[in-house]
């Protein structure tokens, strides 16, 4: 028994790290209350997981809000610019639907299409951002050549947000708790370990990232 309730127990480690996406969960839920802010949020949330996957965490209340504050207005940008396109898409989509069948079918892959190349770079903008100075043009430009040239990691990273996505929709009551605790924190703390890979390729040797 007191091996498992040794602090340093991998029992313990798992329910310490549990408590922290909890925790993240319910500070990104409060920070994305005004919406405008979701892109500061989701930020920080990820300049925080990053350094989990890395063992780097230290204060985590801290770290999430130094990375709130000094990204603030580039993140709401980005997410600005992210909700208008989903908007823009949304409306092409409904518009395509009102077309005839056989002219909406091809223009429906079409777009799907250039939508899935928009998620593939957009899923890199907050990690981005969190992670590396840069202006919100090149954050943008970066994102998409990371898309594409890491595209088998794009791929799972895209599995993982869509396939927890449509899980809360299918059993949004069944799984409300779980989402109140750890539906935003869990799915990036997975991908962030995708993302820790990806940006040690891009970050000097022998010097820590901007923010780190």
Known sequence: MNGIFNPESPVMAFLG??????????LTLLC??????????LTALHYVTIKMVRGEEGYLTRSYFKSFKQNFFQATALWLLFALILAVAWGDFYFISMMDADVAGVLRIALMAVFFFFLSGAVYWFPLLARFENSI??????????????FPKTILILV???GMAVIYYLFL????????????SLPVYMTSYFFSGIFRKLEPEEETPSQA
Do not use: Q, S
């Not at 790290?17 to 319910?26: E, P, S």
């Not at 994305?32 to 949020?41: D, E, K, L």
């Not at 069944?174 to 539906?183: E, N, S, V």
């Open 32 to 41: 994305c209350i005004p919406v405008v802010t979701a892109g500061a949020a």
């Open 173 to 184: 009551y069944r799984l409300m708790p779980l989402i109140f605790l750890a539906g935003i």
């Open 137 to 150: 043009r090149n954050t943008v430009k970066n994102a998409c050549l990371l898309g594409i040239l890491h």
């Open 17 to 26: 790290r549990v408590a922290d996406l909890v925790w993240l969960n319910v």
């Open 160 to 162: 993982i947000y869509v």
